[in-house]
């Protein structure tokens, strides 16, 4: 996500998201073993919801962020801390 900068014309900044495993469809258990695995090294003990994601496009995109840049934020219930990736 590339955004133009508030204050300045000429500057951008590059900040993103990361997300984790999210649900899709109707299914909310892992049906996988790969599923299971993953469940079971995230701290939240569940698949994110796709609504989660708004919160910090939100915030990147507001004022609030004006001054963050180059920065990955991870929306994935804690497994990227847990796990040790």
Known sequence: ?????????SSSFIAT???G?????????PSTSRGKSIIGHTPMARFGEPQELFGSVHWL???ASEFVTGV???IDGGFSAYSGV
């Open 1 to 9: 996500m590339i955004i133009q900068s508030p204050s300045s014309s």
């Open 17 to 19: 998201q990361s997300p």
């Open 21 to 29: 495993a999210f649900r899709q469809g109707s299914t909310s258990a």
């Open 61 to 63: 995109l507001s004022p």
């Open 72 to 74: 990955v934020v991870p």
